[in-house]
């Protein structure tokens, strides 16, 4: 009995040493979080903090925007170190004749907490394409695929949308008819049209531009729907979302939503494999005529250069589906896209001809050009940029290859790019050679999903795949070149009048293609962030900075805490940017609050 007693006792005090020992390292941990997270802080206030300005409550430049256009979310102060949150379905007034509700987006974007620049995502395209056959509000689609709007239904939703949204849009008819149809390409322009920068800041010039085009390949489904749902994003989230309303409020984004229409129109009623244009003018004795638009663009036609032919997918023989058309500029829908390209972005950065910038291809354009072109297509989940006609990397290799991996940061995209493994073939006559190696404009093309018909029930991961790198652009789009080798605003949290942001070089450059080697724009330092408060950084000279840090130990990637003065009640906006050690200042980024 005694030595069951005995037993009994030991096994109580071993017990209790053993919580004794969990209890302790507990603590321990527990403090050297602690510890470690004033230490973070503690590093961070070594540097300077400078506050210059009081608070007033934040005003957009909006004016008189129709009830139905502005969205009455807000965020508060409290918001977590991440800037980018669950869904969120906003309310939205749609025309009598325009939008039902469809679950097919209600899926939140998927980017890693740590590399979103994105606010509140309150994505609200709910359609029920087809409906309209039900005595629904819907738009028709396309019959096995309808989740994809028909070119007539993508014609409508953009007359609803300007009905809706005056003062956000407009629509310009291109020159140029189509050869079987006889339709005119046109574009969707999406800006705060009561807004001009120039005004308030002269020094800014015209608004940034951003074009880009879809479905220029017709059995590539997914491109001009998601054209078209990125259209509706803008609009139903301006004035609600703080980022959307910056770029529009700064940006131009000019979108031709099918740049194929004859080839699309012929998908839509035939079905099959069709890619081309509908043109027959070569009387090609073959079914598969007409001419590859994206083949048929001036520069360097058909001058794709290559150890092995067939590696360039382009072809003289006109049954092929990669036949670039009897001569360069050819086709109503080259000339259409071209010539528009060529009146919106400034005259005075691109090559005179077309001939002489295939001279000048090895001779790097400015890095204050100004402009974005973005070519969709799909399918293989890749992002590409010049040249496309031969495996070299451009002169301006450093900002476009920034701007495409950063890209490429959103949604794990492959790098279809010069000298990278990825690059499959290479091609001539293309849409990103020409507004680049003419034009100097920064160009890219997306391949969309993994199919060209894309099941509807997989196209919300197309959507949230493509989205943010689409909004990212945009943000860049005024100096795409300098802001893309400048530093990325990683997340922003507000507590109390303390602002903690972490700014990087490098974060939004890794990418599995470089075989684990950071691309060269990724190894400067953060030297400087700097917080605006209520003023827009573009908006001029008498928007100074709330508050400034200077790093005084100049790190690739930087947290800091900065001190404002106290806020009045009522809505703000916090604007930063952050300058790197050769003095490249990144896009900026907005977060907006209610105290």
């Known amino acids: 009995m005694m030595a069951r007693a005995t037993n009994i006792v030991a096994f109580v005090a071993i017990a209790i040493i053993i919580i004794a020992i969990v209890l302790s390292l507990t603590l321990t941990l527990t403090s050297s979080n602690t510890t470690v997270h004033k230490q973070e802080l503690s590093n961070s206030n070594d540097d300077e903090v400078v506050s210059v300005l009081p608070s007033t409550p934040y005003s957009s430049p909006i004016q008189s925007l129709p009830p139905s256009s502005i969205a009455s979310t807000h ?98 008819i291109l020159d140029y008819p189509t050869a079987e149809h006889g339709l005119h390409l046109y574009v969707l322009v999406i800006t705060n049209k009561e807004f001009n920068p120039n005004v308030v ?76 244009n509908r043109n027959n003018a070569t009387n090609c004795n073959h079914r598969r005529f007409g001419v590859d638009n994206n083949r048929n663009f001036p520069f360097k036609w058909g001058g794709c250069i290559a150890t092995d032919e067939s590696r360039c997918s382009t072809s003289d023989d006109c049954s092929s589906v990669v036949y670039r058309g009897k001569y360069r500029r050819s086709e109503q829908e080259t000339k259409a896209i071209l010539d528009y390209a060529l009146s919106i972005f400034p005259a005075s950065q691109r090559n005179e001809t077309v001939q002489k910038a295939e001279v000048d291809a090895d001779t790097p354009f400015s890095d204050t050009n100004e402009g974005i072109y973005l070519d969709l297509h799909s399918h293989g989940s890749d992002i590409g940029w010049p040249w496309g006609y031969k495996n070299v990397r451009s002169p301006n290799d450093d900002g476009l290859g920034s701007l495409g991996r950063k890209f490429a940061s959103f949604n794990g995209y492959s790098l279809w790019a010069p000298e990278m493994s990825n690059r499959v073939y290479g091609f001539d006559g293309s849409a990103i050679d020409t507004l680049y190696g003419w034009l100097g404009v920064s160009s890219f093309f997306f391949e969309l999903g993994t199919s060209f018909f894309q099941p509807c029930e997989e196209y919300a991961d197309v959507v949230n795949e493509i989205f943010p790198p689409l909004l990212y652009a945009a943000k860049n789009a005024k100096r795409p070149l300098f802001t893309s080798r400048g530093p990325d605003i990683i997340r922003i949290s507000l507590k109390g009048n303390i602002v903690t942001t972490t700014a990087s ?6 990418h599995a293609d470089d075989g684990g080697r950071l691309f060269q724009t990724g190894s400067q330092n953060v030297k400087s962030i700097e917080v605006f408060l209520d003023c827009h950084p573009y908006s001029g000279a008498e928007c100074l900075p709330a508050a ?20 009045e009640d009522g809505e703000h906006a916090l604007y930063v940017q952050a300058t790197d050690t050769d003095n490249y200042t990144g896009p900026i980024t907005t977060h907006r609050f209610v105290i």
Not at 505 to 510: F, K
Not at 548 to 567: D, E, G, W
């Open 201 to 276: 800041n002269p020094s800014f010039g015209k608004k940034g531009k951003m074009l880009a085009t879809a479905g220029i390949h017709a059995r590539e489904l997914t491109t001009g729907e998601t054209l078209t749902r990125f259209a509706e994003y803008l609009l139903q989230n301006y004035g609600a979302d703080p980022e959307v309303t910056w770029v529009l409020d700064y940006t131009e984004i000019h979108l031709i939503l099918h740049a194929n229409p004859d080839g699309r129109i012929y998908i839509e009623s035939e079905g099959g494999m069709w890619k081309k």
């Open 75 to 172: 965020h508060v102060a409290s918001h977590p170190p991440s800037v980018i949150d669950t869904l969120t379905l906003m309310p939205f007034t749609p025309s009598p004749s325009s939008i039902a509700d469809s679950a097919i987006n209600q899926t939140a974007f998927q980017v890693e907490e740590e590399l979103s620049v994105l606010n509140t995502i309150e994505y609200n395209s709910r359609f029920e394409v087809g409906a309209s056959k039900k005595g629904g509000g819907g738009y028709d689609g396309i019959q096995g695929f309808e989740c994809y709007r028909t070119v007539k239904s993508t014609n409508q939703t953009v007359d609803d949308l300007i009905k809706i949204y005056p003062n956000l849009t407009s629509k310009i």
């Open 505 to 510: 070089d490098s974060v939004r450059l890794y």
């Open 548 to 567: 400034t840090k200077i790093a005084s130990l100049p790190k690739n990637t930087k947290t800091v805490s900065l001190r404002l003065k106290a806020f």
